[in-house]
């Protein structure tokens, strides 16, 4: 069991039936009630964020997930499909399960799936991911004035905002949490 003194940022607890990630938390003391803990916590199921007060002292049972690390093969007709690396099964999920990840897939690229009472609810791709840019305006001399950048398309079809120096057909790497640009791969 979770007491709510052992809550950490990130960490996974059942709540009403479902998993749930911690967001963020404060333990609060009202002046003669007892204490209590301020929680936001991500429902990893349906992605919903939520917010409780929770009695301080409460505890709650660990939701039981189960992490496989899968190969991302293909899309095909509005799912995606990846093979469990030890048993070679492939699982497929829809585009709504998947969200804008699907914008960072590649095909080969591994990931870890995370399952709930034998149903796949969350995929985390790498933090880093490297695409080739599909398309994007060329950069013009005294371009960089602005200190700002230009949109490139990359080759999942995902967009990001890149420096005026990046052109078609370079390698770039991509932070998949945030979508920005990082650097240009040699």
């Known amino acids: ?11 996974k607890i059942e709540f009403k039936g479902d998993p749930y990630e911690i967001i963020e938390f404060q333990h609060v ?11 936001k916590m991500k429902n990893l199921r349906t992605g919903s964020v939520i917010e409780e ?10 939701p039981g997930l189960e992490e496989k690390k899968m190969q991302y093969l293909y899309a095909q007709d509005g799912h995606y499909y990846f093979m469990d690396q030890e048993t070679f099964e492939q699982v497929p999920l829809d585009a709504e399960q998947l969200g804008d990840l699907r914008l960072f897939l590649k095909e080969n690229t591994e990931v870890k799936i995370l399952y709930y009472k034998g ?13 080739v840019v599909a398309k994007t305006d060329p950069g013009f001399k005294g371009d960089t004035a602005s200190g700002g950048g230009k949109p490139a398309t990359l080759e999942t079809g995902a967009v ?14 991509v932070d998949t949490r945030t979508s920005e640009y990082i650097e240009r791969v040699k």
């Open 119 to 131: 149903e796949a609810i969350n995929v985390e791709l790498p933090t880093f991911i490297e695409l």
């Open 1 to 11: 069991m979770i007491a709510t003194a052992d809550f950490r940022k990130g960490m």
């Open 53 to 62: 007060t929770i009695r301080s002292g409460e505890k709650f049972p660990p």
């Open 160 to 173: 990001v905002r890149v420096p005026f120096h990046i052109n078609e057909g370079d390698t770039i790497k």
């Open 29 to 39: 003391k009202m002046g003669r009630g007892g204490a209590n803990v301020k929680t």
